[in-house]
């Protein structure tokens, strides 16, 4: 067999079956390995085969023939930067939710379920090269009405940018799944990295430097948004007046947002640096720290958080610190399950075990060991030990085991925010590496840290102030 064709089994043996009038057989999933970084399309999308017209198989080649072909199938990418060549269309680009499928140019369109994985996002870069986002993640056209079950892992996707639309990076109305991906350097009118109206899971990765034009710098959500083990770092949404809400995270209309185990650090908006949400939020050991807001109209502000209506915004273990303007928090108060921390007075605590001004002593935001970047809780701080059994995550953001005797005392007990103290020395050998599974090294303890430089961010380029309508949600399956 060539190398340069590979070739998908179970396509030939339905052909085969086809031509012998057998029974109807089970669809089978393909697996394409990735050989070629260039930018080119299959020759031929359907027969199985992920080659182009120069016989190679490129990462677009590869995601035209999982379309084509009924089923779930596997996209296996190694090393390398992936520079996306071929102009978009305005159709692509557009701000509705949905756009419109075109796989053979500008971004890589995903109508069909698919897993696919990198080495590691040091290693693997989708480059969008500034010619549109890097993924679409469309609701199946036609084979899945409920939408799609597509994981993405270990690769690192950047400079995508789309003027007057959604989800700089990622736009996704189906059922996506984020492991150990980096999403970094791109812009858009809503959702510089990623805008969501479908179903998504974010786990062990980072947002970071991401723009947004209008609303969430990192994210843009309208649908189910679950974030575990990761770090949203220096995104802003840049705009002005009603327009520029949620630095790292804004959650509107049938959005809802849980996120556990989560850094969010050094983003900023006029509006909610942090996180701006009109709908429901849960937190669960949250660290925010250094998030800024300007101010908004009617003096709208948090640095931290925005809280636009009444009792949608709940919290257990969660650090709101260090805001440079705006306040913690911001519009309404938030509903308080205990044990969290605020270093001023304003996100309105009253839970059993709430500390109100009181520093927590956050670290900056570097690699502490694990996946991602974190704020280490300093020794003396109030955090430590300071939460409580019930509702404590099993481990940390890291990946330490939780709880931990932090302080001396004897005792074991939950700290406060994302970061547990007093955790033996962490090295990366001890954490499972992200992608792994369903990717797996040879040596299943040899992933590297998935740490971007910790910068400011700054403005991708003008954006024009356009007005981009509110996505439909689609409920998830």
């Known amino acids: 067999m060539n190398a340069l064709q590979p070739r998908l ?32 399309v299959d020759a031929n999308p359907g027969d199985g085969i992920c080659a182009t017209a120069g016989r190679q198989c490129t990462l677009r080649a590869a995601v035209m023939e999982a379309n084509a072909l009924a089923g779930p199938d596997t996209i296996r990418v190694p090393a390398g930067v992936y520079a996306l060549s071929i102009p978009t269309t305005p159709q692509e680009d557009d701000a509705s939710p949905i756009g419109q499928a075109i796989d053979a140019s500008g971004d890589l369109d995903i109508t069909d379920d698919l897993t696919l994985g990198g080495v590691n996002a040091k290693d693997v870069v989708v480059d969008a090269n500034g010619i549109s986002r890097a993924f679409d993640v469309h609701v199946g056209s036609g084979k899945d009405a409920s939408g799609l079950d597509v994981s993405i892992s270990a690769l690192t996707i950047r400079e995508g940018k789309v003027i007057q639309g959604v989800g700089g990076g990622i736009r996704n109305v189906g059922a996506l799944r984020l492991a150990g991906v980096v999403v970094t350097e791109n812009g858009a009118y809503n959702g510089g990295g990623i805008a969501n109206s479908g179903d998504l899971k974010i786990d062990r990765s980072t947002i970071h430097k991401n723009v947004a034009e209008g609303a969430g710098g990192g994210i843009a959500n309208w649908g189910p948004l679950d974030v575990n083990a990761s770090t949203l770092s220096s995104n802003q949404a840049t705009g002005s007046q009603y327009s520029d809400h949620g630095g790292a995270l804004f959650n509107g209309v049938s ?117 991602t970047h974190t704020q280490a809780l300093s020794p003396g701080s109030k955090a430590i030990d300071a939460g409580t059994s019930a509702g404590c995550p099993a481990t940390d953001q890291r990946g330490v085991a939780r709880p931990l005797d932090g302080d001396g005392s004897g005792g074991a007990a939950c700290d ?41 961010p700054a403005p991708i380029g003008p954006m024009p102030l356009v007005a981009s309508p509110t996505p439909t949600p689609r409920s998830s399956r």
């Open 9 to 40: 089994l179970g396509a030939a043996l339905l052909a085969l079956a086809a031509t012998m009038g057998s029974p109807a057989m089970p669809v089978l999933a393909a697996t394409f390995f990735v050989n070629s970084t260039i930018d080119a």
């Open 255 to 371: 959005g809802s947002a849980l996120l556990t185990n989560v850094t969010i650090s050094g983003n900023a908006a006029e509006v909610g640096g942090g996180i701006s949400t009109i709908t429901n939020v849960t937190l669960r050991n949250v660290t925010f720290g250094g998030n800024a807001a300007s101010g908004g109209a009617g003096g709208q502000a948090g640095g931290g958080i925005h809280i636009g209506n009444p009792g949608i915004v709940s919290v257990k273990h969660t650090i709101f610190a260090d805001s440079p303007s705006g306040g913690n928090c911001d519009g309404f108060a938030v509903t308080s399950n205990g044990y969290n921390v605020d270093d001023g007075m304003t996100c309105g605590l009253a839970g059993p075990g709430d500390l109100n001004n009181t520093d927590p002593a956050l670290g900056p935001l570097k690699d502490n060991g694990g996946p």
């Open 416 to 456: 406060i925010g994302a970061y547990e103290a007093a955790g033996p020395a962490i090295k990366i050998e001890d954490i499972p590496p992200v992608g792994c599974p369903p990717f797996c090294p040879p040596d299943p303890r040899g992933g590297p840290v998935i740490n971007p430089p910790v910068e400011k």
